[in-house]
């Protein structure tokens, strides 16, 4: 259920019987598509869906900044999801109901077989809201993020790319509020609304951001749908189980949504204790997936 990048992706991995169910008409979400270079390997797809690779990312806060030096990639997941939607039987725009654990149902057929949910978040969650300009081109090529003391555990952006720029804001309030300026002709808007989950008892046959296992400050959910692919994967052909990497990650996201919770409650000092690192250059690996550890780098050193 579902053929966003969760549903497509996996889909591609498996064999010729699987239908997808997507209610959408069109494919291909747009989206900042920012993931490391270790989750893009992960993924599994050619290297012409890189737009862009950054080494660098510059953070922030009033006049004062820090440097991030990293290996992250631009994902362009618009041509990626659309690709993979051709070569694969999805009915579309068809909705499903779960009818029971293995069996889905449009208002008219009924499907069996073994049932995936890769149909987004769909609990409870904090909600912050996004929005993304796409404006002409800059010549730069680091990401600038700002944090602002009016955005509580929100931040913005500017994402240079050879032919346009991406200029967006989240927060829990007006989004437009925050979005940087740049001096550039609009080419177009977008926007959405990302789930902040504590991931609660996470059960097999699920991926994407159907999980809750989504990066709490970033909202990135491309993490998790890159290590689950496979396990997935293996449970559907092997029956092979995979609760432990399940739990793994479960317990990533749970510390960084106590640290977000705690980054919320404290944000105009967490911004003060940033101004104090001005200038400094932190390199980070794997701790850009698992920000849990990120935290502990930066103010270790
Ligand atoms: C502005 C913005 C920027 C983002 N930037 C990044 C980023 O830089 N890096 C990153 O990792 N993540 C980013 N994300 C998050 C990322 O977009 C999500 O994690 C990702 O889309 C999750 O994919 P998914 O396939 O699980 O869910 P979705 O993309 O939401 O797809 C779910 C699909 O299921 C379908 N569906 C749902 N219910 C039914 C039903 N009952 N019947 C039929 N179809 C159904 C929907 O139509 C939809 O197509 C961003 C999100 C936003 C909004």
């Not at 890769?118 to 969650?125: E, K, S, V």
């Not at 090529?141 to 032919?163: E, H, Q, T, Y």
């Not at 808007?189 to 097999?204: A, C, F, S, Y």
């Not at 159907?210 to 496979?230: H, N, P």
Request: glycine letters at 8%; a positive charge.
């Amino acid at each position: 259920m579902g053929a966003g990048i969760a549903g497509l992706l996996l889909g591609s991995r498996l064999f010729s019987d699987v239908i997808l169910f997507d209610r959408r008409r069109v494919f291909g979400k747009k989206c900042t598509g920012i993931i490391s270079r270790h989750t893009f390997e992960r993924l599994g797809v050619s290297k012409e869906y890189i737009d862009a690779p950054f080494d660098t990312i510059k953070i922030s806060v009033g006049k004062d900044s820090v440097f991030i030096k990293t290996n992250i990639i631009r994902l362009n997941r618009e041509k990626l999801e659309r690709d993979l939607a051709e070569n694969l039987k999805v009915l579309h725009p068809t909705s499903v109901n779960l009818i029971n654990e293995h069996c889905v149902g449009t208002n008219v057929e009924s499907f069996c077989g073994k049932v995936i949910l890769a149909t987004g978040w769909q609990g409870r969650a904090r909600w912050v809201k996004a929005i993304e300009e796409e404006k002409e081109p800059i010549n730069e090529d680091f990401i600038s993020v700002f944090l602002d003391k009016r955005n509580p555990a929100g931040f913005s952006w500017i994402v240079p790319l050879g032919d346009r720029t991406l200029v967006g804001a989240i927060s829990y309030s007006d989004p437009r509020l925050f979005v940087p300026h740049i001096d550039k002709r609009r080419i177009g808007i977008h926007g959405g609304i990302i789930p902040r989950v504590k991931p609660k008892k996470v059960t097999l046959g699920y991926i994407g951001d159907s999980t809750g296992l989504i990066k709490t400050f970033t909202g990135g959910g491309i993490f998790s749908i890159a290590r689950l692919l496979e396990p997935v994967q293996n449970w559907l052909v092997y029956d092979k189980d995979y609760s432990s990497e399940l739990k793994l990650l479960s317990k990533e996201v749970s510390r960084q949504y106590l640290m977000t919770s705690i980054l919320e409650k404290t944000w105009d000092i967490s911004l003060k204790s940033i101004k104090l690192l001005k200038d400094r250059t932190f390199h980070i690996n794997n701790e850009f997936d698992l920000h849990s550890l990120l935290f502990k780098r930066l103010f270790s050193n």
